[in-house]
């Protein structure tokens, strides 16, 4: 990112969380080419909620107009992992919410 990295960005935010300038959690997912264990628990520590790592590359099959069959590579990003986490943030976040308007 050209003006904060991510983990950066996430220490800020949850910053701006605890001055109470943010009055309610602000779910982060990382998405990012850093896969090692290392990397994912920096993520962690810097306020991130869930990591997913970048696309991978898959092989399709592609019909150009000529009819002839080529394979093309393509980046696709790995969306079945991600809505899970999504929905977990969401469920996290709404049960957060509830019980914060209980206690008030």
């Not at 982060?28 to 994912?40: F, G």
């Not at 393509?74 to 899970?84: C, E, F, M, N, Q």
């Not at 709404?94 to 914060?100: D, E, H, M, T």
């Amino acid at each position: 990112m050209p003006i904060l990295n991510g983990p950066d960005c996430a220490r800020a935010i949850r910053k701006l969380e605890m001055d109470g300038q943010i009055t309610s959690h602000i779910p982060i997912i990382a998405v990012s080419a850093n896969a090692r264990r290392e990397q994912i628990e920096e993520m962690m520590d810097a306020g991130m909620d869930e990591s997913l790592s970048k696309p991978f590359k898959y092989v399709l099959p592609y019909a150009p107009n000529d009819g002839n069959q080529v394979w093309m590579l393509t980046s696709l990003y790995r969306i079945a992992d991600l809505v899970p986490k999504i929905q977990r943030l969401v469920r996290r976040s709404s049960l957060s919410i509830r019980k914060r308007s209980t206690v008030s």
